[in-house]
């Protein structure tokens, strides 16, 4: 036996299937709870999670013999990195499983919104006929910036390949990665010739509210916005503020700043941001397609062979 893995989030079966073929015994308690899984992870050398709760601190001192914790996904912005590293446990995550389902969701966002897809439908709900309110743009001909050009960024470059546009990208860890889809350039260039700004960077203590107010008010005005990476990344109230002046013309959110019921209806700009009529909103699903849960499960039990 190789070990013992705690899955204490929606996984596919298939994650259990291939780390039992590698010689790990597998419990999969998705709907195990977080003082649940604290009273039994002594007896795991590792663990397989999604988001469900944050493998902090405390969780891992809860087990001395953790080798490893399985991110079944991109983002490792809920597990404590820094204590995981002290302690020498391998970190896995497989932002190769959903890369495509990200970037197909952000295309999605950027072609609604330019042809104000949100607007038109919920007219003609109501009765509304307006065809010259309506009017989209191309994507042909613009400039598309990218932050962070990662498995998720290089996936949207990819997407964008064929609509004809320019594709600009900053990576503040890399250099030399102009690429067939994407020209690698400065994050002053991108801000300076950007008609659409989509991020793909993880949550870190750097990048927490870099889209605030003074980061927003270089770019031109008539921007299209996508946000498919994580929602505190950004100032909300600085977005709203920008539609309202029409430097952002709309805004794809499929992440916020603060997720789920009831806490997000509690924040003091959900009400302007539901009402906003330039603003598409999806609950945190840009890489969770039902292929994604497949291959991202696949890729990480693959993975499962490094430690
Ligand atoms: O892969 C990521 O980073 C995601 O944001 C997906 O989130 P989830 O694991 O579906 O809660």
Redesign the pocket.
């Known amino acids: 036996m190789n070990g013992k893995i705690l899955i204490v989030d929606d996984l596919h079966p298939v994650f259990k299937i291939m780390a039992e073929q590698l010689g790990y015994e597998v419990d999969d308690l998705p709907l195990i709870t977080r003082a649940e899984t604290l009273a039994v992870i002594s007896g795991y050398d590792g663990i397989a999670v999604?988001?469900k709760f944050k493998i902090d601190r405390e969780l891992m001192e809860a087990a001395p013999g953790l080798k490893f914790v399985a991110r079944?996904?991109?983002?490792l912005d809920n597990i404590d990195e820094a204590y995981a590293k002290e302690r020498n446990i391998k970190l896995l995550n497989a932002?190769e499983g959903?890369r495509d389902a990200v970037g197909e969701h952000a295309m999605g966002m950027l072609l609604s919104l330019i042809n104000t897809h949100r607007k038109a439908d919920m007219e003609i709900r109501n009765g509304i006929w307006d065809r010259e309110g309506n009017r989209g743009w191309e994507l042909k001909g613009k400039t598309v910036g990218i932050i962070g050009y990662g498995f998720m960024g290089s996936s949207m470059a990819r997407k964008l390949s064929g609509f004809e546009v320019k594709v600009l990208a900053y990576d503040k860890y890399k250099t030399g990665f102009s690429d067939a889809y994407a020209q690698e350039c400065s994050m002053e260039e991108i801000v300076k010739h950007s008609d659409v700004l989509s991020l793909h960077i993880p949550l870190t203590s750097e990048t927490r509210q870099m889209v605030d107010e003074e980061y927003l008010y270089h770019f031109k005005k008539n921007i299209f916005f996508i946000n498919t990476a994580r929602g505190e990344i950004v100032n909300t109230k600085a977005v709203l503020a920008a539609i309202k002046s029409g430097k952002i013309l709309g805004a794809g959110l499929d992440v916020l700043e603060v997720e789920k019921f009831p806490a997000l209806a509690e924040q003091d700009w959900f009400t302007e941001l539901k009402e906003s009529e330039k603003v598409i909103l999806t609950p945190?699903v840009?890489?969770?397609t039902f292929d994604s849960y497949r291959k991202i499960s696949e890729v990480l039990a693959d993975k499962l062979e490094q430690i």
Not at 72 to 75: E, L, N, Q, R, T
């Open positions: 999604r988001t079944a996904g991109a983002g932002p959903n945190h840009g890489g969770w």
